[in-house]
């Protein structure tokens, strides 16, 4: 299967048991709390449980005088210009 595939099938076997009880703010941070379990693929009857955190901050404006490139990969000098 390539990526493509690989994608469709988990986003369409995935199932949201318990949504989150507060929405992402728009202009402010939002923290939500996370447990994903995902059947292993090389074993039977196997499950693996992950939790978490995700964080999402207010969005920035990108300005000439708030570089935020440096460290990037190499093509983003390209959009820099």
Known sequence: MGKKEDFDYAMNVTRIVMAPQSTIETFGTTT???MLI???MDQVNTVRVREGKMYSERPQIITPLRNTWSGSANTAATYRR
């Open 32 to 34: 939500v709390n996370y």
């Open 38 to 40: 995902s059947e292993l």
